[in-house]
């Protein structure tokens, strides 16, 4: 069974540009995450999806990054513009429903953005 | 939301058993309690979950008092490739979305 896949793996951008990050869940998976980790700390929770809609986006920067997950499989995260507090390592997770609901997901391997 | 308290880093050599303990004092009756494993570059990967008492699996074994405000996570017979980071957290049934990464126990094993 194929894994999360995320695109691309490491970024490198210059403030004030643009940027987008990909996921591909498992196959079937109806919840998907995406979560932010900076460098010695946990994962921290940016917004989750049921299917297409977004159940919990109260942590996402809303000025600058925006998500979405069309179709209820893939799903996009873009950061507009890029700031160097945003250099981190993306990541995206997915779940059946009823798996999230006691923790368990399955994540990708992220995706690492640098900005100068 | 129950704060997870988990030791910042644990060392430990190769062939020993490795108890990681983890502290919710604030745990509910609906919580499940779930451990993640990390490797550098890689996305968290879940180990292990349970509600209550014990639970083993093929990577590792739960502890749980009767009370719920701990738990255990024990690695048997750990080797290099346990080398990582781990996390505990504790979930809230009824919402999903409250998976809530802490800060984790940086693990280091020694030949």
């Known amino acids: 069974e194929a894994g999360v896949v995320q695109s691309p793996r490491y970024k490198i951008i210059e403030k004030k540009q643009p940027v987008a990050f990909w996921c591909n869940p498992i196959s079937g998976h109806n919840t998907l995450y995406w979560y932010l980790q900076n460098l010695g700390q946990g994962p921290e929770l940016l917004i989750r999806y049921e299917n297409e809609e977004a159940v919990d986006d109260s942590q996402l920067p809303k000025d600058r990054f925006s998500a979405e997950r069309l179709k209820g499989v893939d799903s996009t995260l873009k950061i507009q513009p890029a700031e160097l507090g945003d250099s981190a390592v993306y990541l995206c997770?997915?779940?059946?429903?009823?798996?999230?609901?006691?923790?368990?997901?399955?994540f990708g391997e992220g995706s690492r953005l640098t900005v100068l | 939301l129950a704060k997870t308290t988990q030791p910042i880093s644990m060392d430990s050599y190769e062939g020993q058993e490795v108890n990681i303990t983890c502290s919710h004092n604030?745990?509910?009756?609906?919580?499940?309690i779930t451990w993640y494993q990390q490797f550098p570059s890689q996305g968290p990967r879940f180990i292990i979950q349970?509600?209550?008492t014990k639970v083993t699996n093929e990577v590792a074994s739960l502890f749980i008092p009767a009370d719920r405000k701990s738990s255990t996570l024990s690695l048997p017979r750990v080797s290099l490739s346990d080398t990582a980071v781990y996390y505990c957290?504790?979930?809230?049934?009824?919402?999903?979305?409250?998976?809530?990464f802490g800060s984790g126990t940086r693990l280091s094993i020694r030949p």
């Open positions: 957290l504790v979930v809230i049934y009824s919402s999903a979305s409250k998976i809530i």
């Open positions: 604030n745990i509910a009756t609906n919580d499940y």
């Open positions: 997770a997915s779940s059946l429903l009823g798996r999230a609901n006691t923790g368990e997901l399955f």
């Open positions: 349970g509600y209550k």
